[in-house]
Nanobody, 125 residues
Framework: QVQLVESGGGLVQAGGSLRLSCAAS????????MGWFREAPGQEREFAAA????????FYADSVKGRFTISRDNAKNTLYLQMNSLKPEDTAVYYCAARFPGRVVVTTVAEYDYWGQGTQVTVSS
């Protein structure tokens, strides 16, 4: 079992930045692949970014590529999402997720085993 707790969400103006964190506890964090997903009102949860177990491989949705950066610190059991040049369409609840094993990057919701409770990100125009 892995417990995930997101933080760092908030209200920001368009063009601004936020850094999300996801603190993990339970099983060995470094064995898990991790992802960030987001869910806007009335829409399905969608993939944003993913990283493999050691941080050597990352992948981004086209909508965030070049603006968001996913990273992890296995010593601190923490996943991050640096979000720059934010747009109103980035407004959503952001969730971190974990899957085992974590050698490869995975982008689909169904492939992830554990989820956090989410953190709200609101970008005003």
């Amino acid at each position: 079992q892995v417990q995930l707790v997101e933080s760092g969400g908030g209200l920001v103006q368009a063009g601004g930045s936020l850094r999300l964190s996801c603190a993990a506890s339970g099983r060995t964090f470094s064995a898990y692949g991790m992802g960030w997903f987001r869910e806007a009102p009335g829409q399905e949860r969608e993939f944003a970014a993913a990283i493999n177990w050691n941080g050597g491989s990352t992948f981004y949705a086209d909508s965030v590529k070049g603006r968001f950066t996913i990273s992890r610190d296995n010593a601190k059991n923490t996943l991050y999402l640096q979000m720059n040049s934010l747009k109103p369409e980035d407004t959503a609840v952001y969730y971190c997720a974990a899957r085992f094993p974590g050698r490869v990057v995975v982008t689909t919701v169904a492939e992830y085993d554990y989820w956090g409770q989410g953190t709200q990100v609101t970008v005003s125009s």
